[in-house]
Structures are given as structure tokens and as C-alpha cells.
């Protein structure tokens, strides 16, 4: 069973930054997509951003692309998202997920990732 657990959410102003940390304990798997998802109150989980951790392959949202940067340390088992120039539609909870395996068509698919994180608060004020 793999554990993901998130942090760094917070409360910034636009234009601000926040960096969101995703800490996974040990997987067996030699190769996963780590995604990171959103939801809004009343809004459908959105993907964010996602990365391959064979090859550091990283796919964005166009919402985020050129704003948000995810990465990885894959001897700390540490995945972060660094999101700059924040606007106030970015405000939402933020969860990191995992999914075994190396199928890259649904990797922007929040049913295709089988475990996830509690979630972390990403406010950003006008």
C-alpha cells in the first residue's frame, strides 16, 4: 500500500508563489506516473500537472503550463509542484496521486491513479 502525504499548501496573494511537497512511502514499482490534481468547492478534481519517474517526463495542464513546475527526488521518494504567478482560479485543494505502470494515454485521468494523498489547501486572494 502506498502512502502519499502533502504539504506546503497556504494563503498567498496573486501573482505570489507557493511550493507543494508530496512525500511516498517506498513502492515497489520501478515506474509510475505522480500526478498532481485539484479540486475546487463545487468543481470536478482537475489534473494539474503529472511526471513519469523513469524519465522525469512532465506533462502540465494548459491552465498551469509556463506558471507550475513538478519535479522530483526520487532518493527522498519527494515530489513537489512549484506554482508561480498563483491566481485567484488557482484556489482549490490540491492532492498528489500515484499510478503504477508506465501507460502514458491516461495519465491526465484521475480514475487511472490508485492512491492519493489527504489533500492540501491552496488559497489565493485578489
Known amino acids: 500500500q502506498v502512502q502519499l502525504v502533502e504539504s506546503g499548501g497556504g494563503s498567498v496573494q496573486a501573482g505570489g508563489s507557493l511550493t507543494l511537497s508530496c512525500a511516498r512511502s517506498?513502492?515497489?514499482?520501478?515506474?509510475?506516473?505522480i500526478g498532481w490534481f485539484r479540486q475546487a468547492p463545487g468543481k470536478e478534481r482537475e489534473a494539474v500537472a503529472n511526471?513519469?519517474?523513469?524519465?522525469?517526463?512532465?506533462s502540465y495542464a494548459d491552465s498551469v503550463r509556463g506558471r507550475f513546475t513538478i519535479s522530483q527526488d526520487i532518493a527522498k521518494n519527494m515530489f513537489y509542484l512549484q506554482m508561480t504567478n498563483l491566481r485567484p482560479e488557482d484556489t482549490a485543494m490540491y492532492y498528489c496521486?500515484?499510478?503504477?505502470?508506465?501507460?502514458?494515454?491516461?495519465?491526465?485521468?484521475?480514475?487511472?491513479?490508485?492512491?492519493w494523498g489527504q489533500g492540501t489547501q491552496v488559497t489565493v486572494s485578489s
Open positions: 496521486a500515484a499510478r503504477p505502470g508506465d501507460s502514458i494515454s491516461d495519465r491526465f485521468s484521475a480514475r487511472a491513479y490508485n492512491y
Open positions: 517506498e513502492m515497489t514499482y520501478n515506474n509510475a506516473y
Open positions: 511526471i513519469f519517474t523513469k524519465n522525469r517526463y512532465a
